[in-house]
């Protein structure tokens, strides 16, 4: 994109952030990790107003941060992508969500530096909600279903269905999800 066409849709789009650049600033600690994941692993102002105006999946996980009450005055200035639906007691710094379009994550908690992207669903089976450890990869259309636990260091392949534990470290993929690496 053409540098100065770039920098008047910044411009324009700082104006309708003002409110979430007020709550970024109070809640840095909190959102910056998310940011660095985003843009440029630099969690600065100019790159928070880039991610909010280019990456609406990551609108998600900044209204998810601040909370639902406090989120529900700003979401109309800055809508929030419709189809990701998140609904976990927790998430780990340092979530990225890309293109997370038609996903629904519904764990029992979800650990740091998490990466999902679209049509992945993690939701409620057997025995309950999942537990994701951390820097888990959960890759295009996967399904994790039930009271399991993800380990740490794992990555579920696209279109996997994973319905038992996952060991630390472990690439899993296929119906049903099997250790590939």
């Not at 909370?67 to 780990?92: D, H, V």
């Not at 990555?155 to 899993?172: C, F, Q, S, Y």
Request: proline fraction near 5%; charged fraction near 15%.
């Amino acid at each position: 994109m053409n540098p100065l066409t770039q920098a008047i849709i910044l411009s324009a789009s700082t104006v309708r952030l003002l409110p979430h650049i007020i709550i970024y600033m109070a809640k840095r600690k909190r959102i910056a990790p998310d940011v660095e994941k985003v843009q440029d692993h630099n969690a600065t102002v100019g790159n928070f107003i880039k991610a909010m105006t280019r990456e609406h999946t990551f609108r998600n996980l900044f209204y998810y941060r601040i909370g639902e009450y406090a989120s529900i005055f700003i979401k109309w200035l800055c809508p929030p992508e419709r189809t990701l639906n998140i609904w976990c007691p927790s998430i780990g710094s340092g979530a990225h969500l890309q293109h997370s379009y038609a996903t629904y994550l519904n764990a029992e908690s979800i650990g740091d530096d998490f990466y999902c992207l679209q049509l992945v669903t993690v939701g409620n089976g057997k025995g309950g909600r999942p537990t994701i450890g951390n820097n888990v990869r959960i890759l295009t259309g996967a399904t994790v279903f039930g009271g399991i636990h993800i380990g740490d260091n794992v990555t579920i392949g696209a279109n996997a269905v994973v319905l038992h534990d996952i060991p630390d470290g472990w690439t899993v993929a296929g119906v049903p999800a099997h250790r590939i690496g």
